[in-house]
């Protein structure tokens, strides 16, 4: 294997092991930062030296191996370390040390990981900086990656990241699922992470590019490990389907030139039935077993998605049925977004002069000031109304507006003339 090969290799690797390294290694040392250093020290001496000496049988173990040395080598050298440990509870010494750090890493390390997007999304980080350590440590991505994913500077990237480990470390964030009322709000916060990540793989908003279906692919990945280890949690179900049901028009969404394709206008065809098989199953998990309970916001917006997925053409969208679960979402959230786009599923149940007012009011409120796609749902509005002058001159506000290159283009081609 070429020195690129192993490079893969150990990438792959990466992507699969570290987030368990991270995880296990934290319970063990209680910080979340020095257990990626430690890790980051086995990836280290992984690119040093499977070039020469071949990838390892079990390179996972092999990675292991070497974050257990780096923690024995810190524990010799640093008194603050092994004070710390000593808080812990751990014995890392010579000989019963390795047999204690070796019995935690081969502890089934599910937990661990579900600890680990607890710690990784808890409320006292900005949402922004939970999102990047959640990229960084569960996703395995590099701070570049998550720079150029999200169109920031590489440094503001990794001042986040620092910033959060300190305080993570500073407020003493135990390593632990919490209870009750606690774990409910953080558990919201883990699903809104990947959420979030998943959104601006799916519109990106901004820059050249429409779709980053890498981050939308990352996001999945945490919606499953999530739906693994929190099997009783609907809404974990419900964003898992949200996800895989959007996902399934990937292939349909962007023409040949990466142009946006609308959902009216896309091929069918070319949609994946087998996300769309596994978002269903994920969206009857979603329903909570009490009728009591209401639906939460991601399992009402994955059967919204569900209605569209089980269409084979545009004509056969139920789009009563889709009102009506705007409706509920409405109510649930209160978002002045959600009732725009009730708006649209009014104008394609009712017609467009039934929604131009539901629109016309969230323009005077002046809750979407800002928002391009006020002025672009506006404008389709007024152009199904025959109105065209004011339509372009909608449409061209929506072009200024947004962020995104491929969008804007699309927004002035309709405005003109």
């Known amino acids: 294997m070429g020195h690129t090969g192993v490079e893969r290799e150990v990438e792959a690797v990466w992507r699969i092991e570290s987030a368990r390294l991270v995880a296990a290694l934290t319970r063990m040392v209680g910080d979340v930062g020095l257990a990626e250093e430690f890790t980051q020290d086995a990836l280290v001496s992984a690119l040093e030296k499977w070039p020469e000496e071949g990838v390892p049988r079990k390179p996972g173990a092999w990675l292991t191996t070497v974050a257990r040395r780096r923690v024995l080598d810190r524990w010799r050298r640093d008194e603050r370390f092994r004070l710390r440990m000593v808080e812990l509870g751990r014995e890392v010494t010579e000989n019963d040390g390795q047999a204690e750090f070796d019995a935690v890493l081969e502890e089934d390390y599910g937990d661990d990981l579900l600890k680990l997007m607890f710690v990784c999304c808890h409320p006292v980080l900005p949402a922004q900086a939970r999102l990047a350590l959640t990229l960084r440590l569960l996703g395995g991505l590099t701070t570049d990656e998550i720079a150029r994913a999200f169109l920031v500077p590489e440094s503001t990237v990794a001042q986040r990241i620092v910033r959060a480990k300190r305080t993570l470390a ?137 209605k569209h997925a089980v269409a084979l053409r545009p004509e056969d969208t139920d789009w009563y049925g889709i009102t009506a679960l705007y409706e509920s979402l409405v109510r649930r959230t209160g978002s002045p977004v959600a009732e725009l786009n009730r708006a649209v599923a009014v104008s394609m149940a009712l017609g467009p002069g039934a929604a131009l007012g539901v629109v016309d009011a969230l323009r005077d409120s002046g809750t979407l000031n800002g928002y391009h796609l006020l002025p672009a749902v506006r404008a389709d509005l007024l152009e199904r109304l025959g109105r065209a002058e004011e339509a372009r001159a909608e449409f061209g506000r929506a072009a200024e507006l947004t962020r995104n290159e491929r969008e804007r283009a699309l927004l002035l081609e309709r405005a003109r003339p």
Not at 186 to 209: I, K, M, P, Q, W
Request: charged share 30%; net charge negative; with cysteine.
């Open 170 to 306: 500073r407020k003493r964030v135990p390593f632990e699922v919490p209870a009750g009322e606690d774990r409910d709000a953080r558990v919201d916060s883990v699903l809104e992470v990947v959420y979030l990540v998943f959104n601006e793989g799916y519109t990106a908003t901004s820059g050249e590019r429409w779709l980053r279906p890498e981050l939308c692919e990352e996001a999945m990945r945490l919606g499953r490990v999530l739906a693994e280890l929190l099997p009783e949690e609907p809404e974990v179900h419900g964003l898992l389907a949200l996800m895989e049901l959007q996902a399934s028009r990937f292939r349909a969404r962007v023409g040949p030139g990466g142009d946006p394709v609308p959902l009216a206008e896309q091929d069918r065809s070319r949609w994946d039935r087998l996300l769309i098989g596994r978002g269903l199953a994920a969206l009857e998990r979603s329903v909570p077993a009490d009728p009591a309970r209401p639906r939460g916001v991601y399992s009402l917006q994955a059967g919204i998605a569900a």
